[in-house]
Antibody
Framework: EVQLVESGGGLVKPGGSLRLSCAAS????????MSWVRRAPGKGLEWVGR??????????HYAAPVKGRFTISRDDSENTLNLEMNSLKTEDTAVYYC??????????WGQGTLVTVSS | DIVMTQSPDSLAVSLGERATINCKSS????????????LAWYQQKPGQPPKLLIY???TRESGVPDRFSGSGSGTDFALTISSLQAEDVAVYYC?????????FGPGTKVDIK
């Protein structure tokens, strides 16, 4: 059974940093493209960014609102996906989901971790 | 960026009746190389993560009941629930997976009348 478990969320001040992690199991993580998707309170779903497999050079792409501030990485030896978030803004407040990325559709989701950016 | 719109914003349907949600993309999401429409549908219930129902516009994800079906091509798509069940109360989102940035529609809330 595919399992994705996010961790690392919490309360952070504007301008601060946070690192989210996602522990993956139940599938061959090293062969999977992965993405992060978020949902701000009272709003819809927003794709954050993705990372390809190492065999595809672990290429990353990001949504415009987070480009230059967020970094996605992967550790295939630990079956872990990471999201490093810097220069956080209040509008980054959201539940962040780790997802498997199948040709850009998201077929498995974690339960999500809440990030609150507030002074 | 491809902008996704959905209609209606919400709908209430009697148990056992048909529910149809429409989705429109600002440009075609049809890959000419494989003739596949890169459009997905998700269901999200309160307190739960979204669940993939349909991808490539009409391919049902494994385990999804066959009362859910997707149709359409190019820029106009629909999700149909053929016989609404109580457990189908949720918000439904369409999403284009044609190209980055991947974008979602605003969602349609489905309730029981």
């Amino acid at each position: 059974e595919v399992q994705l478990v996010e961790s690392g969320g919490g309360l952070v001040k504007p301008g601060g940093s946070l690192r989210l992690s996602c522990a993956a199991s139940g599938f061959t993580f090293s062969s999977a493209w992965m993405s992060w998707v978020r949902r701000a309170p009272g709003k819809g779903l927003e794709w954050v960014g993705r990372i390809s497999t190492k065999s595809d050079h672990a290429t990353t792409h990001y949504a415009a609102p987070v480009k230059g501030r967020f970094t996605i990485s992967r550790d295939d030896s630990e079956n872990t996906l990471n999201l490093e978030m810097n220069s956080l803004k209040t509008e980054d407040t959201a539940v962040y989901y780790c997802v498997t990325d199948y040709w850009g559709s998201f077929n498995h989701w974690g339960q999500g971790t809440l990030v609150t950016v507030s002074s | 960026d491809i902008v996704m719109t959905q209609s209606p914003d919400s709908l209430a349907v009697s148990l056992g009746e048909r529910a149809t949600i429409n989705c429109k993309s600002s440009q075609s999401v049809l890959y000419s190389s494989n003739n596949k429409n890169n459009l997905a549908w998700y269901q999200q219930k309160p307190g739960q993560p979204p669940k993939l129902l349909i991808y490539w516009a009409s391919t049902r994800e494994s385990g999804v009941p066959d009362r859910f079906s997707g149709s359409g091509s190019g820029t106009d798509f629909a999700l149909t629930i053929s016989s609404l069940q109580a457990e189908d109360v949720a918000v439904y989102y369409c999403q284009q997976h044609y190209g980055s940035p991947f974008t979602f529609g605003p969602g349609t809330k489905v309730d029981i009348k």
